[in-house]
């Protein structure tokens, strides 16, 4: 078995490059994080595995990539402020603060969010803030943001999440039944003004909260 490095770059290349990520600081992001550190030891094998893992509570740490996927939809870049609803492993969150200025991320299940916290710190991400709690009505004392991913499927579009996004300011989220989901993006053009495209469909876990399912 070659090294984590190894396994991480050819991640890079076959699982992203070569399905049409081209952002390159989502590409060289992906490439230094160590996915290794954001799954559960007994799955370490697996850790480059080209699916989601499960990391307790019934949840998921998303398909590698899914996650450049919506990060480069989200066009996540230097000096942005970015929240991520449903943090789950902190490993999407990780790559963001690589690229980002600032990275709020909300987890509902408690200790999920402990140990992503611990995770983040133990890696020295110091641009991220985890927060316990129903993320689906967003962060309103932190808003606005430049981009908000949402890591978990609801059958609407979470309406505070758009008047928490910036003039510019772009929303991942998976939208649909509980089996598969359209992934859109939805970019807030004007005051009260939104475009949304749909990037193709996903399959997530429920958003649960007041503004999910
Ligand atoms: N991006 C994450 C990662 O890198 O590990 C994967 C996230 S996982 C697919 C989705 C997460 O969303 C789960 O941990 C789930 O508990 C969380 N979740 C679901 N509904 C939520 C809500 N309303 N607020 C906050 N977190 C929520």
Known sequence: MSSFAQQRAAMVERQLKARGIRNDRVLSAMG??????????????????????PIGEDQTISQPYVVALMIEAAGVAPGDRVLEVGAGSGYAAAVMARIASRVFAIERHDTLAESARQRLLEGEYRNVTVIIGDGSGGLPDRAPFDAILVSAGGDKVPEPLKWQLAIGGRLVVPVGGTGLQSLLCIRRTDEEEWIEHDLGNVRFVPLIGAHGR
Request: glycine share 4%.
């Open 32 to 53: 230094e994080v160590p996915r290794e550190q954001f799954v559960p030891e007994r799955l370490l094998e697996f850790a480059y595995s080209d699916g989601p893992l």
